[in-house]
């Protein structure tokens, strides 16, 4: 049972406020609760706090902020931004959830620039698919381990405890409070920590098969992309606690990992002129419905799926290093006709010349081509525990449970329904501002007079 039920626990050590999870959300919900006057302690299962953010660009998304201003862009509201994020996701958002996220967006960046000193810059060039302005923050080596390093900088600074290599098994509650966490170490050695508020910020599912079955069956099966220890603990507890989920079926995925060597290939190719074959040598979807979308429709076309570009798109890409480690690695296969690929993807010829002959692209393939062998994949889930505007976890008959709250991975994203309504950076639009949103609220609980 991952709950015990202890009323008299004699912990070890009691804090104000718990976070669980080292990632983005649960270091900005530990700035954020720090900085509301709270003292507050971060359990890690890693030796190392990484997850999920570690694995992205450390792309963030806000609207209003001081960078944006000082690029020129003046017009962008949190409206604006929730209405992009609606129109991706078919208007499945919770309003409510969303225009917290939105609005809360722009502030968090700010605060996370000029007071925790994080060096963000507003990532140059257009604005990414879907969104109606250049909104885009991230470290200047658009890199999610620099992001992780500078919050860990960030939150030594402040001098917040994080205790590294503590895998937290169970919940201890009285009632639907919980009172404290136990904490395992690596040589099986257990700690009782007890807690005023505890923030679930130990991000979503996509490391557990049973429950990618169970939520996602169309991803069943698929290389699982992202952290290996998101197994849904924050879920399963929260359910035990009586905890509603929202969302559950939604996901980020991607249509275009090399395999077997498990290097995202990037979706530009496609949006610029390449197409995806079967085995069969047809061409068997829109590549323009995007990556996400596109992931478990490539998944059902087996494990011989290629990615069909030309030089021209070949030579572009060799100067980002993923694409630059397949051709190293020997992953690139290339013919001077559409024949010659074909024979050495072991393809039908005449299929694959009609195919590419009749592609329709713009612009079209030419020759010389190149063929990299991809499949569906599972980047992150995207649904979870369903919170309101404050981050506070919910019954489903929609009361609050007393002291729990849930940012990222681990509470309901804002994504839709399905793997067709995730946004650039959702991701960690959610994990940072929930983050910011829980910390405070919980701090704001346990500093409060009775």
């Given at each position: 049972m991952c709950l015990v039920d202890g009323p008299h626990i004699d912990f070890d050590i009691t804090v104000p406020v718990v976070?669980?999870?080292?990632?983005?959300?649960?270091?900005?919900?530990?700035?954020?609760?720090?900085?509301?006057?709270?003292?507050?302690?971060?359990?890690?299962?890693?030796?190392?706090?990484?997850?999920?953010?570690?694995?992205?660009?450390g792309m963030i998304t806000a609207c209003g902020t001081a960078l944006q201003?000082?690029?020129?862009?003046?017009?962008?509201n949190s409206e604006l931004f929730a209405h992009d994020i609606q129109a991706k996701a078919g208007g499945k958002v919770n309003p409510d959830?969303?225009?917290?996220?939105?609005?809360?967006?722009?502030?968090?960046?700010?605060?996370?620039?000029?007071?925790?000193?994080?060096?963000?810059?507003?990532?140059?060039?257009?604005?990414?698919?879907?969104?109606?302005?250049?909104?885009?923050?991230?470290?200047?080596?658009?890199?999610?381990?620099?992001l992780?390093?500078?919050?860990?900088?960030?939150?030594?600074?402040?001098?917040?405890?994080?205790?590294?290599?503590a895998t937290v098994n169970k919940l201890f509650v009285e009632g639907e409070r919980v009172s404290g966490v136990l904490i395992e170490r690596p040589d099986g050695s257990t700690e009782r920590l007890g807690c005023g508020a505890l923030v679930l910020a130990s991000s979503g599912f996509g490391g557990n098969p049973d429950m990618v079955a169970s939520y996602l069956p169309e991803m069943a099966g698929a290389i699982y992309f992202g952290h290996e220890g998101n197994k849904g603990e924050a879920v399963r507890w929260g359910q035990a606690l009586g905890a509603a989920c929202d969302d559950m079926g939604s996901f980020q995925g991607h249509g275009s990992v090399a395999t077997p060597h498990a290097i995202t290939v990037s979706w530009a190719l496609l949006n610029s002129g390449g197409i995806l074959v079967n085995a069969m040598g047809n061409r068997f979807c829109d590549e323009s419905l995007g990556a996400s979308e596109l992931a478990a429709t490539v998944c059902q076309q087996g494990r011989n799926v290629w990615s069909i570009i030309d030089k021209r798109l070949h030579d572009g890409a060799l100067r980002f290093p993923d694409f630059k480690a397949l051709e190293q690695l020997g992953a690139i296969k290339s013919g001077a006709t559409a024949a010659d690929l074909a024979h050495a993807c072991k393809l039908p010829v005449d299929v694959f010349e009609a195919t590419l002959a009749t592609a329709g692209k713009s612009p079209s393939l030419t020759a010389p081509y190149y063929a990299i062998r991809v499949t569906g994949a599972l980047l992150q889930t995207q649904g979870g525990l369903t919170i309101d505007s404050n981050a506070r976890i919910l019954r489903s008959d929609g009361v609050a449970l007393p002291n729990l709250f849930?940012?990222?991975?681990?509470?309901?994203?804002?994504?839709?329904?399905?793997?067709?309504?995730?946004?650039?950076?959702?991701?960690?639009?959610?994990?940072?501002?929930?983050?910011?949103?829980?910390?405070?609220?919980?701090?704001?609980q346990v500093t409060v007079s009775p």
């Open positions: 976070v669980i999870g080292g990632g983005a959300c649960g270091l900005v919900a530990a700035l954020s609760a720090h900085d509301h006057g709270a003292e507050v302690v971060v359990l890690e299962r890693d030796s190392l706090p990484r997850g999920s953010t570690a694995l992205s660009s201003k000082s690029a020129g862009i003046t017009d962008d959830l969303l225009k917290a996220i939105c609005s809360g967006a722009g502030p968090t960046i700010d605060w996370l620039v000029a007071v925790h000193n994080l060096n963000l810059v507003l990532v140059d060039g257009p604005p990414y698919p879907g969104h109606s302005r250049q909104r885009t923050h991230a470290p200047p080596t658009n890199s999610g381990s620099d992780m390093a500078d919050l860990l900088r960030a939150v030594e600074a402040a001098d917040i405890d994080v205790m590294t290599n849930a940012g990222g991975g681990a509470a309901q994203g804002i994504s839709g329904s399905d793997g067709t309504g995730y946004l650039s950076c959702n991701g960690l639009l959610s994990a940072v501002t929930l983050g910011r949103i829980a910390g405070r609220e919980a701090a704001r």
